[in-house]
C-alpha cells in the first residue's frame, strides 16, 4: 500500500483519508512514532472539543506482507491529517504537505463527481458494454479459440478484461474508482472490442491474431481520446 489517498467508507459515503503507514513512508518516519503521535492527539482532542475523534482518526490494522501477522494503523480524514502534520517540520515536510493537500483536492473533487447522476449513469452504461463484450467472448471467441486448438480458451475473458484496464492505466477490480472520463473511455474500449470480435470470428480470423487486432485498435483509440495519465487510489 503506497498510494497518498485512499476512499474510506464512513456512513456509506466515500471519503477521502490517509494511512498513518504511508505518512509515515513519505516523510521518513518510523511508523510506531507516527502511531505515538495520532494516540497523543486522540487523546487530547476530547479534553477541547466535543466533536467525535472518528471524525479526524480511525483505527484499523493491515496484515505485515513479509510475516502475516497483524498491525495497528490508523486511516485519517483531511483534518485529522492537518492535526498531525502540524508537527512536521523541515523542507522535505513541506514538500509532502503540499503534495497531501493537492492529492486530497483531487480525491475530493472525484468524491463529488462519483456522487452525481452524470457518473452513476455512465458506470451503468459501461457495465453493460462489458455484459455485450463478454457475451461475444464466451459465446463466439472461446469457440473458435478452442476449435483452434487453445487449451486456455476459458481465460479469454480475463485476457481481454486486462487488456482494457492496462490501456486506460488502471489496476484490476478498480473502475468503481475511475473518473467519468475514464469511463467513458472504457466504454468505447469495450463496445469497439465487442464489434472486432464479431467481424474477425465471422472472417474465421485466428484467436490469437484477433487479440492483436483489438489491442492495436485500442492503443489508437485510446491515443485519440488524449486521456490523462491516471492517478488511481486503493
Excluded at 472525484?110 to 461475444?136: C, H, M, P, Y
Excluded at 473458435?144 to 480458451?153: F, H, I, P, V
Aim: aromatic share 8%.
Amino acid at each position: 500500500m503506497n498510494e497518498m489517498i485512499a476512499l474510506g467508507l464512513k456512513a456509506k459515503n466515500d471519503e477521502a483519508v490517509a494511512s498513518s503507514r504511508v505518512i509515515a513512508e513519505k516523510f521518513d518516519k518510523r511508523h510506531d512514532n507516527v502511531i505515538r503521535d495520532i494516540e497523543k492527539l486522540i487523546e487530547g482532542i476530547p479534553k477541547i472539543e466535543e466533536t467525535p475523534v472518528h471524525r479526524y482518526f480511525i483505527k484499523t490494522n493491515y496484515i505485515h506482507e513479509q510475516n502475516k501477522q497483524r498491525y495497528k494503523e490508523y486511516l485519517m480524514t483531511r483534518d485529522g491529517f492537518t492535526l498531525l502534520a502540524m508537527g512536521f517540520t523541515g523542507a522535505k515536510a513541506l514538500k509532502w504537505k503540499l503534495k497531501y493537500i493537492k492529492a486530497f483536492n483531487r480525491m475530493e473533487k472525484f468524491i463529488r463527481e462519483k456522487l452525481s447522476s452524470e457518473w452513476q449513469e455512465t458506470r451503468i452504461k459501461g457495465k453493460l458494454a462489458r455484459r455485450n463484450e463478454t457475451d461475444v467472448i464466451m459465446t463466439r471467441l472461446i469457440p473458435l479459440a478452442e476449435l483452434q486448438g487453445s487449451k486456455n480458451a476459458g481465460k479469454l475473458y480475463m485476457t481481454y478484461s486486462k487488456l482494457v484496464n492496462k490501456c486506460v492505466g488502471i489496476p484490476a477490480n478498480s473502475r468503481d474508482k475511475a473518473t467519468r472520463r475514464t469511463l467513458d473511455v472504457i466504454f468505447n474500449l469495450e463496445n469497439l472490442i465487442e464489434h472486432v470480435i464479431d467481424e474477425e470470428v465471422e472472417k474465421g480470423t485466428y484467436y490469437k491474431d484477433i487479440y492483436q487486432i483489438c489491442k492495436a485498435k485500442c492503443k489508437l483509440l485510446v491515443e485519440l481520446s488524449y486521456l490523462p495519465e491516471q492517478k488511481m487510489i486503493a
